[in-house]
């Protein structure tokens, strides 16, 4: 049996590229191996948002948004406003929308310029789940993927008692390949900034 994969993606070294509609500019984060930014069936990024407008639209793909930096948005889906979208109380967790890649959506940010976090991925091949994590936890994960963003300052992840260090703001660490239960400790000097994604293949 082959043992699981560690990447650890590090922030200064994220590609930019423009957005499919031209209106902003995306570092990629991940996506799944043998993925790119214009084939995937999972993916990661961060984007810079400077002005209202369209999101691209990302067909046959699920969509999970969370505000990193700045005063926050408000999206309008298929014609409906969506409650605001902002960054959180200290101490609170981040909160995150889901919503269709297929959705016509529009964007209006409420004070500024803002830096959000996504995930896309194909609903048709994944199961996913994503949550934001405020303070030292533990936990396990059977899935076969497991992503761990630092939204904040240096953060330990501790994988069956190993420890990975993610040093800066928006580094990453990827488990990929994992067979059978995994134990995961997120700590912190401070105060822990941190979403951790899940991802499954649908059986075939």
Same mark, same amino acid.
Not at 150 to 160: D, H, K, P, W
């Given at each position: ?28 984060? =991940?996506?799944?191996? #043998? ?14 948002? =400077?002005?209202?407008?369209? @999101? ?15 005063? #926050? ?9 969506? &409650? ?13 929308? =889901? ?10 940010? /409420?004070? #500024?310029?803002?830096?959000? @976090?996504? /995930? @896309?991925? &194909? ?12 303070? =030292? ?11 761990? /963003? ?38 912190? &000097? ?15």
């Amino acid at each position: 049996m082959n043992s699981p994969a560690i990447h650890l993606y590090r922030a200064a070294e994220y590609p930019r590229m423009p957005w499919r509609n031209g209106g902003g500019t995306t570092q990629e984060v =991940a996506c799944n191996p #043998g993925g790119s930014t214009a084939a995937f069936d999972w993916r990661l990024s961060i984007a810079d948002v =400077a002005q209202d407008g369209g @999101f691209s639209a990302f067909t046959g793909y699920q969509r999970i948004i969370s505000v990193l930096e700045g005063q #926050g948005i408000q999206l309008t889906v298929d014609g409906r406003e969506q &409650a605001p979208l902002a960054p959180p109380a200290p101490l609170a967790p981040r909160e995150a929308y =889901a919503f269709s890649g297929d959705a016509k959506v529009d964007c209006r940010l /409420l004070d #500024g310029a803002i830096r959000d @976090f996504n /995930l @896309f991925y &194909a609903p048709a091949r994944y199961h996913a789940r994503l949550q934001w994590v405020s303070a =030292a936890c533990a936990f396990h994960s059977d899935a076969h993927s497991v992503l761990v /963003l630092n939204a904040g300052q240096e953060l330990t992840v501790r994988i069956n008692g190993a420890a990975h260090v993610l040093p800066s703001r928006y580094d990453c660490l990827h488990r990929e390949g994992q067979s059978g239960l995994a134990h995961y400790q997120l700590e912190a &000097a401070g105060a822990v900034d941190a979403c951790v994604i899940e991802l499954q293949p649908r059986a075939c």
